[in-house]
């Protein structure tokens, strides 16, 4: 393999080890980047509908396909990807229902306030980022579904823990969660983690055009099942023109790896109980004699939730979304479509309430019954 498709290799999301607030305010216009070549393109097609700031000024994108009415999903994508990573996927879901995306912070348009600041990597702020974002997407469609990939799918079981928003239910894709502490498989899980982040910070940033990088990626195993239009896609999802002839990857790979040394220290386990919404945990069948440790917990953290089922996608393991995006639709729309029961009633709080506490323990400590402890709020 080249030196610069070792370089590829790096990103969690492009690896044989593969991870795939105060009222919001509106922004006019583009703020950073129009986005993916494609983006505002047809109604099959991504468009960016608003521009969402949270409390730091930090500006997330959302994006919107599909259908303009029927049921709200709202898609969260995994580290290092971008929501037009997964175009093709989306188009299917949006063919039965109301989609709408988000960039995360420090990935594909978002706008950081200070980029510079670790402290606007951590995962309680990256999932706080999200009740604006939802209080948005309620507001044009009703509460959502969330459907969300890896990291996204780990911010998503936080957030419904905190239960400081109202989300209907949960279609999660191979959450990047550590196996339980007692598991024979964490050692494992830590070291794939481990050297995720460390080829994350070897990795180039730069490349001279998304045919290169996906042709890097196509060198990968991972990858080499994956649609060619879906993989260039994708390339051109995470990279952003310099101005210099050449193009810049949108999540840097400093960003990439300190959010994998987060997931490396993190524990949702105490606080699957508190999520309420019906869950469906779905893990990627694959032939790859190494599979990330993520296929293999799917059955156990749909075990642990109070309203869990697990699911499964054969072909692409950890990347099923871009490998085989019709089935999964198929999962999304039978979760979405099975989910009669009224919405679970969900206590609405500022989120500033929530930034700077473990694990916003400001409304979890409020919500405690008089004479009983409030749940688990930190490590």
């Not at 929501?83 to 990935?107: N, P, T």
Request: contains cysteine; aromatic residues 4%.
């Amino acid at each position: 393999m080249s030196a610069a498709a070792a370089a590829a290799t790096a990103c969690p999301l492009a690896a044989n080890e593969v991870l795939g607030a105060s009222p919001p305010r509106v922004v006019d216009g583009p703020t950073h980047d129009p986005g993916p070549p494609w983006a505002g393109v047809g109604p099959d097609r991504l468009r960016r509908v608003e521009d969402v700031a949270v409390d730091d000024g930090t500006v997330l994108p959302l994006y919107e396909l599909g259908l303009s009415a029927g049921p709200t999903v709202l898609f969260v994508h995994g580290c290092g990807f971008a929501a037009a990573s997964y175009r093709a996927h989306l188009e299917h879901v949006g063919r039965s229902c109301r989609v709408f995306a988000i960039d995360l912070r420090g990935h594909g348009s978002s706008r950081l306030a200070a980029p510079d600041r670790p402290a606007g990597l951590a995962l309680e702020r990256l999932a706080l980022d999200l009740v604006p974002v939802i209080d948005r997407v309620t507001r044009r469609g009703g509460p959502p579904h969330i459907v969300a990939h890896s990291l996204g799918a780990v911010l998503a079981l936080r957030l419904a823990a905190m239960d400081v928003c109202a989300i209907r239910t949960l279609t999660l894709f191979e959450p990047a969660l550590l196996p339980q502490t007692s598991s024979k498989g964490r050692q494992r899980a830590v070291d794939q983690l481990t050297r995720m982040a460390l080829r994350a910070r070897a990795q180039s940033s730069r490349y001279g055009a998304p045919e290169t990088l996906a042709e890097h990626l196509r060198a990968i195993p991972t990858y080499a099942e994956l649609d060619p239009g879906i993989l260039l896609g994708h390339a051109r999802a995470v990279l952003r023109p310099t101005g210099q002839g050449d193009f810049e990857r949108r999540c840097s790979p400093a960003f990439e790896a300190q959010i994998l040394d987060f997931l490396r220290e993190d524990d949702e386990w105490p606080d699957l109980s508190r999520v309420r919404q019906p869950c469906a945990v779905v893990a990627g069948v694959t032939r790859s004699p190494r599979p990330l440790w993520m296929s293999d917990l799917a059955p156990e953290v749909a075990a642990a939730l109070p309203a869990g089922t697990s699911d499964s996608v054969t072909g692409g393991g950890h990347l099923m979304l871009l490998a085989e995006p019709a089935q999964a639709a198929v999962v999304v729309r039978r979760v979405v479509g099975q989910s009669l029961d009224p919405l679970p009633r969900a206590r609405f709080a500022r989120a500033s309430k929530c930034v700077g506490s473990p694990r916003g323990r400001g409304l979890q400590d409020e919500r405690a019954a008089p004479g009983r402890p409030a749940s688990r709020s930190g490590r």
